[in-house]
Nanobody
Framework: QVQLVESGGGLVQAGRSLRLSCAAS????????MGWYRQAPGKQRELVAT???????NYATSVKGRFAISRDNAKNTVYLQMNSAKPEDTAVYYC???????????????WGQGTQVTVSS
């Protein structure tokens, strides 16, 4: 059974930093693509960042240069470092995983429960 458990969410002031973590179990983490998505109230879920098993990264335009995705295969954990946070970054952030080696799928197979991030102005 695949489990993705996000942590690190909370309230942060605009301009500050926050780091989200996602611990994965039940999946061959080192050969899996990982991603972070977010959903703000009244909006559709959107891609934030992805990282392939070969550490190729992709970012949404809105977060490029501010956010950084990374992975630690020894800990089966993927991170999202959020810098220069903005109020429009407020959303529930979801971790996603897919056992696809070398590339990132269009649709991820496994999802976490999400963690709330609120950025105050």
């Amino acid at each position: 059974q695949v489990q993705l458990v996000e942590s690190g969410g909370g309230l942060v002031q605009a301009g500050r930093s926050l780091r989200l973590s996602c611990a994965a179990s039940g999946i061959a983490f080192s050969i899996s693509a990982m991603g972070w998505y977010r959903q703000a109230p009244g909006k559709q879920r959107e891609l934030v960042a992805t990282i392939s098993s070969t550490e190729s990264r992709n970012y949404a335009t809105s977060v490029k240069g501010r956010f950084a995705i990374s992975r630690d295969n020894a800990k089966n954990t993927v991170y999202l470092q959020m810098n220069s946070a903005k109020p429009e970054d407020t959303a529930v952030y979801y971790c996603a995983a897919d056992p696809t080696f070398g590339s990132v799928p269009t649709h991820f197979r496994y999802w976490g429960q999400g963690t709330q991030v609120t950025v105050s102005s």
